[in-house]
């Protein structure tokens, strides 16, 4: 991590927000079905909520680790009962699907680039190029990802680079172009510098 610090430094910008933030602690899960259901059930929802939700989900499946065969036993209207909106039940029960006839096999995946895991997921309905990055961030931990459509990164931008809006992608990528190979780990900074005072 030390190499990846001492880069990052180099923008004077990102020096400070490292320097007040502290020790680099990035949360990473498995890259499974698992993962990634979690991060449709968390699209568009506070943690708090989110994590309730993911919690029923994980109870009425009744098994240690998520599958697909777990999902589908369960009815779409069960599903709905347990907070689950109607388009993100359709969407945890099409990944399941793909998952079940094997277009995607979680094992590959890291053996793929990052646009190619990009493709992969979201050739699955619900599945978003954000969604895609943020299991590229978490799961794969691939540490040259700018997710341009995450709106914390948008904002902590504008907030620490002093711009007047919110940062286009172009924009976005012109402030990160000197953070590479190590933009997943200054967008974790980015995170943690907006729950800062």
Request: some cysteine.
């Amino acid at each position: 991590m030390r190499p990846a610090l001492k880069h990052l430094k180099k923008d004077p910008v990102l020096a400070e927000i490292i320097s007040r933030t502290g020790p680099f602690g990035m949360q990473y899960r498995e890259p499974s079905f698992e993962s990634l259901v979690r991060s449709i059930v968390y699209q568009q929802l506070s943690g708090k909520v989110a994590s309730v939700i993911f919690g029923r989900l994980h109870a009425a499946a009744g098994e240690e680790q998520l599958t697909p065969a777990g999902i589908m036993k369960l009815r779409p209207q069960r599903m709905r009962k347990l907070g689950l909106s109607a388009q993100k039940t359709e969407y945890i029960r099409e990944l399941a699907k793909h998952t079940r006839k094997g277009s995607i096999v979680f094992e590959h995946l890291s053996t793929l680039d990052d646009a190619a895991v990009i493709e992969r997921l979201t050739a699955v309905k619900g599945i978003g190029v954000w969604t895609a990055q943020m299991f590229l961030m978490f799961a794969l931990r691939r540490e040259d990802v700018l997710p341009v459509a995450d709106l914390g990164i948008r904002t902590a931008m504008k907030k620490a680079y002093g711009l007047n809006n919110l940062p286009k992608p172009v924009e976005m990528e012109e402030i990160a172009s000197g953070w590479k190979p190590y933009t997943s780990i200054a967008c974790w900074y980015l995170w943690r510098s907006l729950e800062q005072k």
